[in-house]
């Protein structure tokens, strides 16, 4: 009743880690904050039951969730069946504890911790989009989830939750080159369990300012780290009664263990140092893979060379020519064209008759020779 009448606090996501039996009126109160358009998310609860014989997993407008662990398999106390709507990861959670010694996080389990995921991620959405209804947001967390990632198990919903980007993807890093990564220290965690453990261990390694650099479960796990620094390995136990024989617990570095041992209570902190070692090199990079050239295409067949022309026949000897004579006339041209008549010009006057020549005297006739006497 107090979260419907906060109307300032709208759009609202209401995450509900409890459970039991079936109770009408548990269901009821989820009902009533659908009605207000109120997400609401709940556990499946960790009975390992039909999730549909309890409350308020069995409310028909909640967001039911279930929880798996590593490898994405269901985990196998979280209770399943029709009502489940999405699942998320709920074994070995990170999580915050109100008060633990003094501590304020230990590493927990159950579908308490995969209730939290989706309610985060359901607000997200609603930050996307404020208006969104109840049962759109359900609708955008399904469409967005991964489907067939459970494994063998079958379950009516199969959605397998995952984060709804708000931002821009950031571009890809660039491709690592081929080949094993530099593992300056070689770290695997064992851990066998006792008789009363069922999936209640989990462990963590941390840097010197308390920062978790690897962690896990009871599978143990195998991880790099590098040198020159101080690391701290806590083992926990959910239930707070430890790992009795014939249970244990180891770290081994290169093959020589650094810790081991069994432990009471909730959990057990051990240091160690290791010395600085340079990383080895990393491999170089294979040579590119050329493919192989294909023969260059032959030319076209080329028509047969022809042979050189001969020289051409000598001219027969002839004498020497003469030397040139004058230049021939060139023969006539056609005569020009006449020249364009003009009007007869006036004769001129003619002249006055001369007079006559005068008379000679007769000329006496020449003497006559005598004639020659005959011979």
């Known amino acids: 009743e107090w979260v419907i009448e906060q109307d300032a606090l709208r759009p609202a996501v209401v995450s509900m880690s409890l459970g039991g039996g079936f109770s009408h009126s548990t269901n009821l109160a989820v009902e009533r904050l659908h009605a207000a358009g109120i997400v609401t998310v709940v556990a499946a609860g960790n009975d390992a039951v039909d999730a549909c014989t309890q409350s308020p997993s069995s409310a028909p407008t909640a967001i039911t969730v279930g929880a798996t662990e590593q490898g994405d398999r269901v985990a196998a106390y979280s209770s399943f069946g029709a009502c489940v709507d999405i699942w998320a990861p709920g074994t070995s959670i990170y999580s915050a504890v109100p008060s633990w010694g003094n501590r304020r996080y230990r590493y927990m389990t159950g579908t308490s911790m995969a209730c939290p995921h989706v309610a985060g991620v359901a607000a997200q959405v609603l930050q996307l989009d404020p208006r969104a209804t109840p049962a759109q947001v359900v609708a955008r967390l399904q469409s967005a989830a991964v489907r067939g990632a459970l494994g063998s198990r079958a379950e009516p919903s199969d959605y397998l939750l995952q984060v709804v980007s708000t931002h821009t993807a950031p571009p890809s890093p660039p491709a690592l080159p081929p080949g ?10 064992a851990i066998v369990p006792d008789q009363y453990s069922w999936d209640e261990q989990s462990w963590a390694v941390t840097s010197a300012d308390g920062a978790v650099l690897h962690s896990g479960s009871d599978e143990g796990g195998v991880f790099c780290v590098d040198g020159g620094r101080t690391y701290t390995f806590t083992i926990y136990d959910e239930y707070g009664d430890g790992l009795a024989s014939p249970g244990s617990y180891s770290v081994t570095v290169d093959g020589n263990v650094v810790v081991s041992g069994r432990f009471r209570r909730f959990s057990r902190s051990t240091t160690f140092s290791l010395d600085f070692r340079p990383p080895p090199p990393a491999p170089p ?3 590119p893979t050329v493919p192989p050239e294909s023969p260059p295409p032959s030319p076209p ?7 050189p022309p001969s020289p051409p026949p000598s001219p027969p000897h002839s004498p020497p020519p003469s030397p040139p004579g004058p230049p021939s006339p060139a023969p006539p041209s056609s005569p020009p064209p006449p020249p364009p008549r003009l009007p007869p010009s006036p004769a001129p006057p003619a002249p006055p008759p001369s007079p006559p020549p005068p008379a000679s005297p007769p000329q006496p006739p020449p003497p006559s020779s005598p004639p020659s006497a005959p011979p």
């Open 301 to 307: 067949p080329q028509p047969p060379p022809r042979p």
């Open 285 to 287: 990079p294979p040579p």
């Open 180 to 189: 094993p990564l530099p593992c300056p220290y070689e770290v695997e965690v």
